[in-house]
């Protein structure tokens, strides 16, 4: 089970972080994803880190703005997004895989009911 919080409403150029805890066993054995769905179009991929020394990938839109990181101990998967812009408006899912890290939304068995980011202009 996953749950994602930390979404809102923000103004362009401000950040936000979201985080998405993992209930349940052997955390460290999942890839975990970032993946966000804007009304009326595709799952986006954003983000994902490894289960293993901590990999990280982004998608083409965030890169250089969003970071992925874990935390094991705590079983929680962040992501902290800077510069946001109206474009990054969407519903945020927080995604799990066990074993290798995907960049298809497809690949991810586990997933958190979303949490909303709104940004306006």
């Known amino acids: 089970q996953l749950a994602e919080s930390g979404g809102g409403l923000r103004q362009a150029g401000d950040s936000l972080t979201l985080s998405c805890e993992f209930a349940g066993r052997n955390f460290e054995d999942y890839a975990m994803a970032w993946i966000r769905q804007a009304l009326g179009k595709e799952r986006e991929f954003v983000a994902a880190?490894?289960?293993?020394?901590?990999?990280?990938y982004y998608g083409d839109s965030v890169k250089g703005r969003f970071t992925i990181s874990r935390d094991n101990s705590v079983n929680t998967v962040f992501l902290r997004m800077k510069d946001l812009k109206p474009e990054d408006t969407a519903v945020y899912y927080c995604?799990?895989?066990?074993?290798?890290?995907?960049?298809?939304?497809?690949?991810?068995?586990?997933w958190g009911q979303g949490t909303q980011v709104t940004v306006s202009s």
């Open positions: 995604a799990a895989e066990r074993g290798q890290v995907w960049s298809d939304p497809n690949e991810y068995d586990y």
């Open positions: 880190i490894s289960f293993r020394h901590d990999n990280t």
